[in-house]
């Protein structure tokens, strides 16, 4: 066990930050608190190309702390919706977001649960997700990894284009779709697999392969050997602290990492 002791939450940040480890000069996006922190966290360390907003209308020479004010930090540029839009279709844009489902295929959905024409309960629409998924690459995050979250079948309203033939012309899937990472309170995955089926690429601490397997609601790719996700180390502590001065990570996953209890 590490002497270095951090939560889940922090272990979390560190493992999505890996998204844009190759992005070089691209615009991220972390929606909600957690991926946020990660794309600060991946500017701070080792992609500083990184172009960020944190929620503002502009780009900024070091990320803005959550909850922080704009004019605390040196501001290098203007980022309207022209600007932004510009960038995501052009594909200059990797954002890393939180759907409430996902199927085998990385369909993803944040519309509505149930039948779309009578829903158990409706949420935010499809929004932006048809043109993000077709446009640029996309990262998920999951705060509680269970069969609700990962569906068997496919969701239940499929809000962001993935890797099922069906929904193709001619079943030619787009070689331009790409789902980089997919982060989880269990592990880390992504959908380079056979035939791009989900495979997981670490298990959390204290986390096996067959608990994520009971948690999915479809099979996942088993690579031979799995390696446990790294604990964060004292400077990316260090600099997830000083990104999230007020702990909003901490109201969104609580506890360790399971071998730290």
């Known amino acids: 066990m590490s002497e270095i002791s951090c939560s889940l939450a922090e272990l979390i940040i560190v493992a999505a930050a890996e998204a844009w ?10 929606i909600g608190p957690l991926p946020r922190i990660a794309v600060s966290l991946a500017k701070q360390t080792f992609n500083p190309a990184l172009a960020i907003t944190d929620g503002e209308c502009w780009y900024t020479t070091q990320p803005l702390p959550v909850g922080g004010n704009v004019d605390d930090v040196e501001v290098e540029g203007w980022s309207p919706y022209d600007r932004v839009f510009s960038g995501l279709w052009g594909g200059k844009r990797h954002a890393m977001v939180a759907p409430v489902q996902m199927d085998r295929f990385g369909q993803s959905n944040i519309s509505v649960i149930g039948d779309h024409a009578k829903p158990k309960a409706a949420m935010l629409g499809a929004r932006g997700f048809p043109g993000n998924s077709i446009h640029h690459p996309n990262s998920f995050f999951f705060p509680a990894h269970n069969t609700r979250a990962f569906v068997s079948g496919e969701v239940d309203y499929v809000c962001s284009a993935g890797f099922n033939p069906q929904r193709y012309p001619g079943g030619r899937i787009p070689s331009e779709l790409k789902i980089p990472l997919v982060v989880t309170n269990l592990a880390v995955l992504d959908f380079g697999g056979k035939g791009n089926a989900m495979r997981v690429r670490s298990l959390h601490p204290g986390v096996s392969f067959e608990e994520v397997q009971d948690n999915t609601g479809f099979p996942l790719e088993r690579p ?24 909003v990570r901490k109201t969104v996953i609580k506890g360790d990492p399971p071998a730290q209890r």
């Open 21 to 30: 480890r190759h992005d070089g000069e691209i615009m991220g996006t972390g």
């Open 224 to 247: 031979e050997h799995i390696p446990t996700t790294p604990l964060p180390n004292a400077e990316q502590l260090a600099l997830i602290a000083a990104l999230d001065p007020k702990g």
